[in-house]
């Protein structure tokens, strides 16, 4: 080919990049976009104005439902699909609404993000949704509560299970908060399967109450119901920036969580659903997320350049030293929810009971030691952190199916009931609580 | 009663109505999502292994016992509540008594998750009282913790139903009654306890069975506390975690309403053979009394306090709706109108909404109530009191059941005309609203018509009116004051009622307060104008409830001079 003949051929493949990537109007994308999201409004209308202003003509409705609403919404309208996307943060929504075909592959054409922010992948393996944003977990705290009560700040989760935080703690289930589950499942694995339990268990021993929805969480500790929560990151900065006296800290490991978005499965829109996944993906959409009152990572390291108080997980400034293995994660995803609500919140009282003993028995030998009285609470304590089931079990894909179970087909069969386990497992903790408060009471008779 | 010809065609017709709307908007979409409770988790086979496997379950046994001790405890600390209220302003000359009645209905109206805030902030470990108490005394009261916590503020929410139905009653005792027993020397607190309440049991009874009722199902309130161990909050946890696929959430439902009705039941079978009827109507309820100077005071001291308490909850969102920054501390930083700015820049749509909606839905309940009341007490219809257990049933069916149940069932209907799924038309809301709240008007409307003798309406009938024209003309005036308590009850509730409307909205523009608080209440930033969009939802259900009182009391006044004019005519 000749010179010429070469310029030609460069001159068509820019002419055609250009036309590609020049933004459609809103004629040949529809007029109407139709959003399903459990984002609040301050995110929302931020990127419903842009996008609307990018393609004149176009109404872009954001139908704005709590995660669990927004599953079951696009499931039970499957049948007469009227929603082009499905915008959330929980990763495991997106995984069962993938789980039953009602999501589409989409193929970005933006190019420059990441395959992981932290150790976390950013997007879908699959290839059905793509995170557009990341947050990283921590504690925010009432300044004015924790003056008060003469608490001191926390900086690492360990500091949580502390005396000095007993009834001044807040969380979420991982049942009701994807998020959350994500926090849990990576201090287990970051811990080990046991030491992460008993951590667990002993800032379970230490909350104030466990909160029905992930909001309850920054809400508490803005009104003061209790000190300290342990919330994903932009509930503290946008609880600050509105005013409240709270503050927010990564602990040095730190959870990574990205946000999605992904096309409903015979989506009405299906152009303009895909420009605005573009569009949230763009330099242009990924600088919307430094809005103050939205404040998440973007996905995007150029973008970092321009904010420089956000902490840059690219550049390592957010501490992730977890390996986090996803499989592990999916393969006993419902069973650690069912296990942490069985031993946590559900016996909540039985718990808090037994750490409040074993606590004023570790008090009492701290002022006067005496060795037997420290084996029956250090006994106490075991029992407390005590497990129903190892690590291997939590990953025996026969024993974790009981808590996933779907039966596709009539046909299918599995066996195990869910209650069944749950009544073994609740058996086992409670009585294993009430020994270790004994233990207590008897360590601190001796010690008195 | 004798019951031939046309009317029991015309009642059998009505029956059948109700019946086909009962079915189609309860049971239907109910069963449709509740049926996996007799699915064998393992092959799909119908059995009733699940419900083993609940009552094997010591957390199942506990909440159980939790919740069917609180609902009782509730009715009482409720009655405590109630009754002195309703008995001073219906049985004394007091001023501003709709005034006091329409704020003993404010309690009612809690709207999601702002109104828990509130209550939090007045009432929690570190809300107001607390941190004041700590101040001056050194000590705190655990008046949010707990299986108490939960039956003081269930107490406060709902003493309302009381309230209503009771004050409802004793304005229909006539005085003639009251005026007999105190010629034959029955004074003070044995005349009341004697003649005057016994007479007024059917509202007391409908309003405590109310109450009982709607605590035991009720979920708000538990998860507000973060109390887990009591059914209903279990079933909701159950049902609405992602991708949990458990059946115990639906088997809990199941034992919910099947419980609720058993209580029914029972109900049935204690207020059986007895006759609250009275003959003399229009007698314009109780005499009322003028107090003594020291009675007045005293009687003024009780109601107040007693409001004081029960409002506090709201003056608590007045606060946080004027508040700038309101944390740990005894009141607000600051105040600002700015909140109030914003809800009346961006979401008076949903004020609108849901004075729509709510109105229709509250519409609806009182005639379909009438009906059911109707057909079952006055009627021989057989099978008829299925009619009034499946309207009550709907107490106990979570809303997210509900919600879910319709869009299963009416997704694929396409509206004619309209062109759009039935379950994205926000006629459905409206639906949803009606079954919801129909068990509220429902009692009120029976205890009304256990109130009317028949005799009233056999003569009517003798004297050649047709069925429908005594039920016009004379059945419903009678009725009069039991169909409003059942309006505003119905209507109050369903102004804030959010579980099975989010399901439900398919479009921000169709959607209510309920909803336009619930987004707000996503963000730090929200708390403020949601308390604010709280607020006006009160207001809004305050004036209507005002209007109504003062309507009914009209219409009393009205037919008390046509009696007087009628008396001094014949003289």
Redesign the interface.
């Known amino acids: 080919m000749s010179v010429r003949g070469m310029r030609w051929v460069v001159l068509a493949a820019l002419g055609f990049a250009q036309a590609w990537s020049a933004p459609l109007s809103a004629q040949e994308i529809g007029d109407k976009l139709v959003v399903v999201t459990s984002?609040?409004?301050?995110l929302t209308n931020v990127f419903k104005q842009a996008f609307e202003s990018k393609y004149p003509g176009m109404t872009v409705?954001?139908?704005?439902?709590?995660?669990?609403?927004g599953?079951?919404?696009i499931q039970?309208?499957a049948?007469?699909n009227?929603s082009d996307i499905f915008w959330a943060s929980?990763p495991?929504?997106f995984?069962?609404l993938k789980?039953d075909g009602l999501l589409a592959k989409y193929e970005v054409r933006a190019t420059g993000i990441p395959e992981k922010v932290g150790v976390f992948p950013i997007n879908d393996p699959d290839g059905y949704y793509k995170g557009f944003a990341a947050s990283g977990y921590g504690f925010m705290w009432?300044t004015?509560?924790l003056k008060?009560k003469k608490v001191p700040e926390p900086a690492e989760w360990e500091d949580l299970a502390e005396a000095v935080y007993f009834g001044h703690v807040g969380m979420s289930a991982p049942?009701?908060s994807?998020t959350t589950h994500l926090t849990v499942e990576t201090v287990l694995q970051g811990l080990g399967w046991e030491q992460g339990w008993a951590l667990w268990k002993r800032i379970g021993g230490n909350l104030?109450?466990?909160?029905?929805r992930s909001?309850g969480v920054?809400?508490?500790v803005?009104?003061?119901?209790f000190g300290v929560g342990i919330v994903i990151d932009f509930?503290g900065f946008?609880?600050k920036?509105?005013?409240?006296?709270?503050e927010f800290r990564y602990p040095s490991t730190t959870t990574l969580v990205p946000a999605n978005i992904a096309i409903v499965a015979n989506a009405p829109h299906p152009e303009a659903a895909a420009a605005f996944i573009e569009f949230v993906l763009s330099p242009e959409g990924q600088r919307l997320l430094l809005d103050p009152?939205i404040r998440r990572l973007p996905v995007r390291p150029e973008i970092y350049a321009e904010a420089p108080d956000l902490p840059n997980p690219f550049e390592g400034e957010i501490g992730a030293t977890v390996a986090f293995d996803v499989k592990k994660s999916k393969a006993r995803?419902?069973l650690v929810?069912s296990l942490f609500?069985v031993m946590i919140?559900?016996r909540?009282?039985d718990l808090q009971a037994a750490t409040k003993a074993l606590h004023e028995a570790e008090a009492a030998l701290a002022a006067e030691p005496d060795e037997e009285a420290a084996k029956l609470v250090a006994r106490g304590w075991e029992l407390v952190a005590a497990l129903p089931i190892d690590e291997a079990k939590s990953l025996d894909p026969d024993f974790a199916g009981i808590?996933?179970?779907?039966?596709k087909k009539?046909t299918?069969?599995?066996?195990?009931?869910?209650?069944?386990v749950?009544?073994e497992w609740?058996?086992f903790v409670?009585a294993n609580y009430a020994e270790a408060r004994e233990l207590a009471e008897k360590a601190l008779a001796m010690v008195r | 009663m004798n019951f031939s010809g046309r009317g029991q065609w015309g009642a059998l017709g009505t029956g059948g109505f109700v019946l086909l709307v009962l079915l189609v908007f309860l049971v239907i979409p109910v069963a449709k999502v509740i049926y996996v409770a007799f699915q064998h988790?393992?092959?799909?086979a119908f059995t009733l292994?699940?419900f083993i496997?609940?009552f094997?379950?010591?957390?199942f046994r506990e909440s159980f016992y939790n919740s069917l001790y609180v609902a009782a405890m509730s009715v009482v600390v409720a009655s405590l509540i109630a009754i002195p209220l309703a008995y001073f302003t219906t049985r004394f000359r007091f001023g501003a008594a709709a005034l006091i009645q329409t704020l003993g209905v404010i309690p009612l109206i809690m709207p999601p998750f702002v109104g828990a805030?509130a209550m939090?902030?007045i009432f929690?470990?570190?809300g107001t009282i607390n941190l004041l108490l700590d101040e001056y005394f050194g000590f705190t009261l655990p008046f949010m913790e707990?299986l108490n916590g939960v039956i003081l503020v269930e107490a406060i929410h709902y003493f309302p139903f009381i309230l209503i139905n009771l004050s409802a009653s004793l304005a229909n005792i006539d005085r003639s009654v009251e005026e007999s027993a105190q010629n034959l020397g029955s004074y003070g607190f044995r005349l009341f306890r004697r003649i005057v309440f016994p007479l007024a049991m059917p509202g007391y009874a409908a309003g405590a069975a109310l109450v009982f009722l709607k605590v035991f199902d009720d979920l708000g309130t538990p998860?507000l506390l973060?109390v887990?161990?009591m059914l209903a909050?279990q079933a909701y946890?159950r049902i609405?975690?992602?991708?949990?696929?458990?059946p115990?959430g639906y088997v809990i439902s199941v034992i919910l309403v099947g419980f609720s009705l058993f209580s029914l039941w029972v109900s049935y079978f204690v207020t059986r053979g007895k006759d609250y009827a009275s003959l003399e109507k229009g007698g314009g309820g109780l005499g009322k009394r003028e107090l003594g100077p020291w009675g007045r005071l005293g009687a003024w001291a009780v109601v107040l306090l007693i409001l004081l308490i029960v409002l506090s909850p709201h003056i608590g969102l007045l606060l946080l709706s004027f508040g700038?920054?309101?944390?740990?501390?005894v009141l607000p930083d600051a105040y600002t109108l700015e909140h109030y700015r914003e809800v009346f820049s961006t979401a008076m749509p949903y004020i609108t909404n849901t004075l729509i909606y709510a109105g229709l839905a509250a519409l609806l309940d009182v005639v379909l109530a009438t009906a059911i009341a109707y057909i079952v007490w006055r009627t021989g219809l057989p099978g008829r009191q299925i009619l009034d257990y499946l309207g009550t049933a709907a107490v106990a069916v979570p809303g997210?059941v509900l919600?879910?149940g319709y869009?299963?069932v009416f997704?694929?209907f396409q509206v004619p005309l309209v062109d759009e799924?039935l379950?994205?038309w926000w006629v459905i809301i409206v639906v949803a609203l009606m079954i919801r709240r129909l068990p509220y008007a429902l009692r009120a409307c029976t205890a009304a018509l256990q109130q009317v003798s028949v005799t009233l309406e056999e003569a009517a009938l003798n004297l050649g009116a047709g069925r429908f024209r005594t039920v016009r003309r004379i059945v419903v005036p009678l009725m009069a004051g039991g169909i409003m308590a059942g309006f505003v009850t119905s209507f109050a509730t369903a102004a804030v009622e959010l579980s099975a409307t989010?399901?439900l909205?398919?479009?921000?523009s169709d959607a209510p307060v309920a909803?336009g608080i619930?987004?707000?209440?996503?963000?730090?930033?929200?708390?403020g104008p949601g308390a604010a969009l709280g607020v006006l939802a009160v207001l809004l259900v305050g004036v209507a409830t005002y209007f109504s009182h003062r309507f009914v009391e009209r219409s009393r006044e009205v037919a008390e001079a046509d009696r007087r004019l009628a008396v001094a005519q014949g003289a």
């Open positions: 984002f609040p409004k301050d409705e954001m139908l704005k439902k709590k995660t669990t609403a599953v079951k919404y039970e309208t049948s007469n009227t929980a495991d929504a995984e069962v789980g009432n004015r509560y008060a049942s009701r994807g104030k109450t466990v909160t029905e909001f920054p809400s508490g803005n009104s003061g119901q509930f946008s609880s920036a509105s005013g409240y006296p709270v009152k995803y419902n929810n609500d919140t559900y909540l009282d808590f996933k179970k779907r039966r009539a299918d069969v599995v066996t195990g009931r869910q209650a069944e749950e009544q609740d058996d409670r | 988790p393992d092959t799909g292994v699940n496997d609940f094997n379950t010591s957390l805030v939090q902030m929690g470990a570190n707990g998860l973060n887990n161990n909050p946890l609405s975690s992602i991708g949990i696929t458990d115990m700038t920054i309101w944390s740990f501390s997210v919600g879910i869009l299963r997704h694929d799924p379950a994205s989010i399901m909205v398919a479009a921000e909803y619930y987004v707000y209440m996503q963000t730090a930033a929200g708390r």
